[in-house]
C-alpha cells in the first residue's frame, strides 16, 4: 500500500482534514450516531499515517475515552 504524503503547505492539509472530519461528524448525528464517532472516522480517514488515541483526542479536542468509545464502535462496523 501506497502512503500518500500530505501536501507541503500545512494549512491547506489542515483544511483538508477539518472538511474531513466535519462531513464524517455531521453523517454520524444524521444516522443517530455520535458526532465523536465521526469526528474519529474523519481523522482517521485523512490521516495518512496510523494515529494513536492520544494523537487523535489532541487533533480532534475530544476526551480519550470518547476516542476510545469511538474507535470501539468503529471496530465493530
Not at 455531521?26 to 444516522?31: I, N, Q, V
Not at 499515517?49 to 468509545?69: D, F, H
Amino acid at each position: 500500500m501506497q502512503v500518500i504524503d500530505p501536501p507541503t503547505d500545512r494549512r491547506v492539509w489542515q483544511d483538508f482534514e477539518q472538511g474531513l472530519i466535519s462531513v464524517f461528524s455531521e453523517l454520524a448525528d444524521l444516522f443517530g450516531n455520535p458526532r465523536s464517532h465521526g469526528q474519529v472516522y474523519g481523522i482517521l480517514f485523512s490521516s495518512p499515517v496510523p494515529l494513536t488515541m492520544e494523537e487523535i483526542a489532541n487533533r480532534i479536542g475530544i476526551s480519550l475515552g470518547s476516542v476510545s468509545i469511538g474507535l470501539r464502535a468503529l471496530e465493530e462496523l
